[in-house]
């Protein structure tokens, strides 16, 4: 029960009002489509490094908490899902929205998420030190493994092409060896003087999320998104409160779905909310009224989603694997402040990993509370034409990533990395497994090498890496994702071909 | 398949597995071989996985991505000349406040769907920018203490 111990240390004045903070701002920044909690939390690291490490992390913790719950506000008032993990929201939240029950669906909505969140965050209380402790037995070949399977599981489930998403898991890994070498002191590809040192992971973290928002932002060119925000009529509170305790089904499947989906890395809110819409479809008894602007329908998104933040956590702070790449821009916040998580995180850090995971459950309450209220507001804010969004995004990530360390050089890597990657993803890359390639591969590369010298001393490479239930649990992990993820792409093609041609022959006909 | 010419897949997958062979070449090829042990393993599974990419590019059979088309590449020219001038350029010789102002002032009115015609769009515009840096240096240079380079104006 350690977190009740550092409880109060949410509550002091400082670290409440930035979790206040975080959760307002994160709610509106939320709204804004184009704006994803990945890039939020990426543009709001520069504004850490003067806080106190506990501090920071509230501040990021409560935005990545908020901003997937924001998101809801313009899935349901606009029709346009503020981050991909609303885009089951709109499908019922907007036809309520626009049935005339548009507060009646964001109540739902931020009372599903705060359900959902705070199960979520629970599941990060208990089950985080019980595998941190079993993470303590883990050897540099196991370290070694585990970050080859953070790439690879990441790299397989979030592309839409297997050989891409390990390919672009590659070039992080080999972005993350520019530089000197830890152990000759070599220098390392090092093709211009702004990577003499090595690539920043926080200039890199935002150019590589924010950039391809703002040039695809430009693609726009000058149009303008026309959607209406559907105005709101006053709904009881208690009434929606009843609504949600009445489709417990709903808010059940959501809640575990979500939780579930969370703890497998790479695996976002997307699905999340996807699944949980669609098993809660299947085993509801009103399967015919989803789409038409029932409630289970987002009752069962909005938990989801949210549920998936706290487990998506436990990863990272247990092995210091980040399990998507909001909690990959999370690391980054640790690791500005010398703090490298894992399972010595909860012995030599506590005061800061506790109150961090006890600032994200009131967080829950907080963004509850707050999203019914600024609800209105955050529609508003969402209808900022994308030239002001483009050049408010551009300034802060350009401001940003030169505060990190007083360099040019990091403007230079960011802006390189962040055109780089929007093309790239045209062409069918994903920005998620080169973060984690970028991040993981000082891990992957360090253990390798001490690895390399106890095998070496003692019973050879192959022995010491490719034997024991440990290691070979993990090999098994990474094949099991790659051959998933083959098959289903397989499958999916399989499909879509045959998709294709039925819709061509109905044209025809 | 995807509906672009395939010929933008041949050259960005060959461009990449162009970079995988180099890296791979300079990882078996540098000293300390020591110091490239990791980076050698790394640069071989990134230059496999990039030549398999393009020979399915050359041969056709990318099943993802959708390229750029000509109208959003005319859409984002401009917009990508002046992040680039910024950041590259303007940023480090005119000072970060004065070379934010005016690319923040160029994006803003290239890509604000709103007439250029009227006087009230360019006040607008200007009180957008103005607005923007205000937050910008109370955030930066009063409240983070970021001394951002200030060359030729500010």
Known sequence: MDFLFYMGDVFTPINFGLLLLGTIGGLILGATPGLSPT?????????????????????????????VAGGAVSAILLKIPGAPANIATTLDGHTMATKGEGAKALQLSFLASAVGGLFGVFLLIFLTPVLAQWA?????????????????????????????????GCIGLWLATIGFDDIMGAQRFIFHPSVSGGINVIPALIGLFAIPQVIT?????????????ISVKRHPIRLAFVEVLRRKTALFIGTITGTIIGLIPGVGGQIAGLVAYDQSKKFSRESEKFGTGHSEGVIAAESANNAMVGPSLVPLLTLSIPGSPTAAVLLGGLLIHGIFPGPDLFMNYPQVAWTFIDSMLIGQILMCIFGLYIAGLAARVARVPHAVMAAVVLGLAVFGSYSVQNSMGDVYVMASLGVGMYFLERFGFSAA????????????????????????????????????????LLILIVLASVSYSIW?????????????????????? | MTSLPRSQHIIASGLIAAVGVTIAYISYTQEPAEAYVFPRLISSVFAVLAIWTFVKAVLGRTKVGNGISGDAML???????????????????????????????ILVSLYDPAPHTQLKTWVKRIAITAGFMLVMYGLFAQLLNVFTPRETLF
């Open chain 1, 136 to 168: 303590l037995a883990f050897g540099p070949s196991h370290l070694f493994w585990l970050a080859i399977l953070g790439v690879t599981v990441i790299g397989t489930l979030d592309s839409s092409s297997v050989v891409k998403g390990l390919l672009a």
């Open chain 1, 433 to 472: 497994p080169l973060v984690l390639g970028l991040i993981l591969g000082p891990i992957a590369e360090a253990n390798f090498i001490q690895g390399s010298m106890i095998a070496n001393a003692t019973v050879g490479m192959g022995s010491y890496f490719f034997t024991g239930w440990l290691n070979w």
């Open chain 2, 75 to 105: 859409k984002m020219a401009p917009g990508l000349v002046v992040t680039l001038v910024y950041v590259f350029w303007a940023a480090k010789a005119l000072g970060f406040y004065t070379a934010t102002t005016i690319a923040f002032f």
């Open chain 1, 217 to 229: 932002m430009f693609t726009k060119g000058r149009s303008s998104d026309d959607a209406e925000i």
């Open chain 1, 488 to 509: 289903m792409e397989v499958a999916q093609r399989r499909y879509t071909t045959k998709d294709d041609a039925v819709a061509k022959e109905e044209a025809m006909s």
């Open chain 1, 39 to 67: 890039m939020a939390v990426a543009l709001l690291i520069p504004f850490t490094f003067q806080l106190e490490p506990q501090q920071g992390l509230i501040l990021l913790g409560a935005a990545y908490t908020s901003t």
